[in-house]
């Protein structure tokens, strides 16, 4: 469960309009009487130059403006998205958990033309098995693939979904990326990687010490992927070979420090984005991993202070999740967003400041496009990213 959160912004602004009024008031008294009030010269931000600073900005407590704008109730209480695909702007599909009194179950939720459809149970569970799709890919409008904690995989195809298939007797699939429903690639919960050809499934190892979590993958081409090990790790497939682990978070330890949470690669493209739970990001370009960049102060901060108590995977005070998703469409442009409700753009050159667009914060991002990316919160609902939509 997660804890009571925070009154939203703006909670205050009633009373803080009521204290500058009269704060006018007086002044104008004050005038009248011929007091003079001293002129305070505000500093200029100071400019911030580091391998680990993303942007030259002002403090880390600056913000953009606040727009908290359109948003969408797509699920009822008990629905939470985990997963969420959108090939084309006009198709989304989400998948997730919906809690019951007896147990959950595996949901979908898709967006087709401008409207979400309600919740369809894909996998029902029982009072023994729980049921939890923990993510999808989608190459098109009419296909999609997804992966559960219990090992299996589903094909979604022009409006139905198949039987569960199973994949991994036993295991935990994380993460799936497709570039066609001919070419899939999903990984687990520890370090096994499968591919799927469009008839059947294939296992490979990545080549770690059996104790990474592989959580995230994206592909670029076919047997050409980047999956991340929530331990700091990456791993790079090339032309189907699989490379040793690559450290991108040095020293990192999930019990006190941010986790990878996800990577997003351009189609067609040696471009990638990798981010964490801590506000971090990482570009690979040219086969090579750039130094890491700090993006989101704001969630930095809040996991630096909610982690001195204990792991960052189970806090609730920095949002449900507790991390980052980052979507990259194309070469010049990607879409992050927090579990603070924040987005952070990339125009090819620097990061945006983050800016605060959702009271509750993000589960799930994808963008399909520089002009849709989608993103569903922890209350449900959908908020339209970057350029909003009416």
């Not at 953009?64 to 629905?79: C, E, F, I, N, S």
């Not at 299996?152 to 022009?158: C, D, K, M, N, T």
Request: charged fraction near 10%; aromatic fraction near 8%.
């Amino acid at each position: 469960m997660n804890k009571p959160l925070r009154p939203p912004w703006g909670y205050n602004l009633p009373r803080l309009q009521f204290v500058a009024i009269l704060a006018g008031v007086f002044g104008l008294l004050a005038a009248a009487c011929g007091a003079s009030t001293p002129t305070v010269t505000p500093r200029p931000p100071t400019t911030t130059s580091s391998r680990t600073t993303a942007v030259s900005a002002p403090p880390m407590t600056t913000l953009q403006t606040p727009r908290l704008g359109h948003r969408t109730k797509v699920l009822p209480a008990g629905y939470h998205i985990l997963s969420l695909s959108c090939p084309t702007a006009s198709f989304c599909m989400g998948v997730g958990i919906e809690d019951t009194t007896t147990g959950t179950n595996g949901f979908s939720i898709t967006y087709q033309s401008g409207a979400w459809s309600p919740p369809v149970i894909v996998e029902r569970g029982s009072t023994s098995v729980f049921e939890q799709i923990n993510a999808i890919s989608c190459p098109s409008s009419s296909s999609c693939m997804a992966v559960d904690a219990g090992g299996h995989a589903l094909e979604y195809i022009r409006g139905h979904w198949s039987a569960p298939v199973m994949v991994e007797p036993g295991g935990d699939l994380s993460a799936v990326s497709c570039l066609t429903m001919s070419a899939c690639t999903a990984v687990d919960s520890t370090n096994a990687i499968f591919t799927y050809n469009g008839t059947q499934w294939s296992t490979h190892s990545a080549q770690s010490n059996g104790s990474q979590g592989l959580v995230a993958i994206s592909c670029s081409l076919p047997a050409s992927c980047i999956t991340l090990a929530d331990f700091g790790n990456a791993f790079v497939e090339s032309d189907g070979t699989w490379s040793p682990p690559i450290p991108i978070v040095p020293n990192d330890d999930h019990a006190s420090g941010p986790a990878l949470d996800s990577v997003s690669c351009v189609v067609l493209s040696a471009f990638c984005v990798a981010a964490d739970s801590g506000g971090h990001v990482w570009t690979w370009t040219n086969g090579t991993w750039s130094p890491v960049l700090s993006i989101d102060p704001p969630l930095a901060a809040c996991i630096r202070s909610a982690g001195s108590g204990g792991s960052f995977s189970s806090t609730g005070r920095c949002g449900a999740g507790s991390g980052m998703w980052v979507s990259c469409p194309t070469v010049p442009y990607c879409m992050a967003a927090d579990s603070l409700g924040h987005e952070i753009t990339w125009d090819g050159r620097r990061w945006s400041l983050p800016a605060k667009v959702d009271q509750v914060g993000f589960t799930a991002l994808s963008c399909a496009s520089t002009s849709f990316c989608e993103a569903i919160d922890s209350r449900g609902d959908a908020v339209p990213l970057g350029s909003v939509r009416p």
